[in-house]
C-alpha cells in the first residue's frame, strides 16, 4: 500500500522560501506519476507541480511558474517541492500525489491521482 508523508511546512514572511518533501513508504516500486497540490480554505485543491519518473517532464500550474520547482531524484522515493518568492496568497494545506502511470498526468485534474498524503501547512505572512 502507497503511503505519502509529507514534511516542510511552516510559517514564513512575504518573499521567503520553503522546501517541501515527500515521502514514498510501502512500495517496492514507487509510483511514476508524482504532484504537488494545494487547498485554502474556502477553495478547491489546486494543482501546483507535476512530474513524471519516466522521462522527466514536469508541468507547473501558471501561478508558480518560475517560483516553485519540483522534482524527485534519482532515488525515486522522494519527491521535493523547492517554494520561492512566497507570498501570502499561497498559504494553504500542500499535499503530496502519486499515482502509478504510463504517461504524464499533469495537474490539471486530482482525480488522476490514487494516493494522498496528509498534508503540510504552509502560512506566508505580509
Known amino acids: 500500500q502507497v503511503q505519502l508523508v509529507e514534511s516542510g511546512g511552516g510559517s514564513v514572511q512575504a518573499g521567503g522560501s520553503l522546501k517541501l518533501s515527500c515521502v514514498v513508504f510501502?512500495?517496492?516500486?514507487?509510483?511514476?506519476?508524482m504532484g504537488w497540490f494545494r487547498q485554502a480554505p474556502g477553495k478547491d485543491r489546486e494543482g501546483l507541480a507535476a512530474i513524471y519518473h519516466g522521462d522527466g517532464s514536469i508541468d507547473y500550474t501558471d501561478s508558480v511558474k518560475g517560483r516553485f520547482t519540483i522534482s524527485r531524484p534519482n532515488a525515486k522515493n522522494i519527491l521535493y517541492l523547492q517554494m520561492n518568492s512566497l507570498q501570502p496568497e499561497d498559504t494553504a494545506m500542500y499535499y503530496c500525489a502519486a499515482t502509478y502511470c504510463a504517461r504524464p498526468q499533469g495537474v490539471d485534474n486530482e482525480l488522476k491521482y490514487n494516493y494522498w498524503g496528509q498534508g503540510t501547512q504552509v502560512t506566508v505572512s505580509s
Open positions: 510501502g512500495v517496492t516500486y514507487s509510483p511514476a506519476c
